[in-house]
C-alpha cells in the first residue's frame, strides 16, 4: 500500500473546496471503490464540508439506467467519473454541475458531449502524491483534454534522464514534488527509494517522485499546459 499523509489529504480536499465550489448545498457522488484513491477525493471532500455524500450498493453504479436514475433520484451535482464509464451512458446527468474525469484519455467526443451546460474539468494524478496534482481548465468542444496544471502547493517538473529539465513541447519524464507526496510504500523500502528519489532542486533532503510518464509542455497559449505523451516503460 501506498502511505499518504493526513497534511497532504488536507492540502488535496483544500484545494477542491476552493476550485470545486463545494459546500452544505453540494451532494458528492461516492463513485469509486473504496480501496479507489480516487474516493478519498469523494468522501473527504464532501464530509469536511458539510456537503452530502450519495452512497449506494455497487449495483446501482453500473454505468447504465441504474447510475442515471441514481444520479437522478438524489440529484448529485459533484461527481468523479472515469472516461470509460462515461462513454457508455446514453442519457445525460443534468443535476451535475461539477464533472471531473480523469485515470485514463478522454476521447474529443466524450468532451463534447458532456462538457454542454456544466463544468467539466480533467484530473491527473498517482496515488504516491496523494490522488491528485494537476487539473485542467474547464474542458470545451472536442478537444483532447490536457493534464492542466499543478493543483495546490504540488511542483511538477519534466526532465531528461539526466534530471535537466527539457524545453517546452519537448517530451520528458514528469517529477512530482511537494507535501503532497506520500511517505513511500509500506514495507516496501526498496522500491520506495527506487520511486521516490533525491530532489536536485530543492535542499533540506528534499524527495521528488518519478511518475514513469512521459509529458510536455504545451506553451501556446496563456499559461504553459503538461500534456500526456505515454509511458516510460511501454
Not at 442515471?68 to 438524489?74: N, P, Q, T
Not at 502524491?129 to 495546490?152: D, F, N, R, Y
Amino acid at each position: 500500500g501506498v502511505m499518504v499523509t493526513h497534511s497532504g489529504l488536507a492540502g488535496l480536499v483544500a484545494t477542491n473546496v476552493e476550485r470545486f465550489e463545494v459546500g452544505p448545498g453540494s451532494r458528492v457522488l461516492q463513485f469509486s471503490s473504496p480501496s479507489f484513491d480516487a474516493a478519498v477525493w469523494e468522501t473527504y471532500t464532501a464530509l469536511l464540508t458539510g456537503a452530502a455524500l450519495v452512497l449506494a450498493p455497487a449495483t446501482r453504479l453500473r454505468p447504465g439506467r441504474a447510475l442515471v436514475d441514481l444520479v437522478a433520484e438524489h440529484q448529485v451535482t459533484h461527481a468523479l467519473i472515469p472516461p470509460a464509464a462515461l462513454a457508455v451512458l446514453t442519457e445525460d446527468l443534468p443535476s451535475i454541475r461539477l464533472l471531473v474525469v480523469g485515470g485514463e484519455a478522454s476521447a474529443p467526443e466524450l468532451v463534447e458531449a458532456w462538457s454542454v451546460n456544466r463544468t467539466m474539468i480533467n484530473g491527473y494524478g498517482p496515488t504516491e502524491s496523494t490522488v491528485c496534482v494537476s487539473l485542467s481548465e474547464p474542458l470545451s468542444g472536442a478537444v483532447a483534454p490536457p493534464m492542466g496544471t499543478a493543483l495546490g502547493t504540488a511542483r511538477l517538473r519534466v526532465l531528461d534522464g539526466a534530471l535537466r529539465p527539457v524545453p517546452p513541447s519537448v517530451t520528458g519524464e514528469l517529477y512530482v514534488s511537494g507535501p503532497c507526496l506520500a511517505r513511500g510504500y509500506l514495507n516496501r523500502p526498496g522500491v520506495t527509494a527506487e520511486r521516490f528519489v533525491a530532489d536536485p532542486y530543492a535542499g533540506g533532503g528534499t524527495r521528488m517522485y518519478r511518475t514513469g510518464d512521459l509529458v510536455r509542455w504545451n506553451a501556446e497559449g496563456d499559461h504553459p499546459v503538461l500534456e500526456f505523451a505515454g509511458r516510460a516503460d511501454d
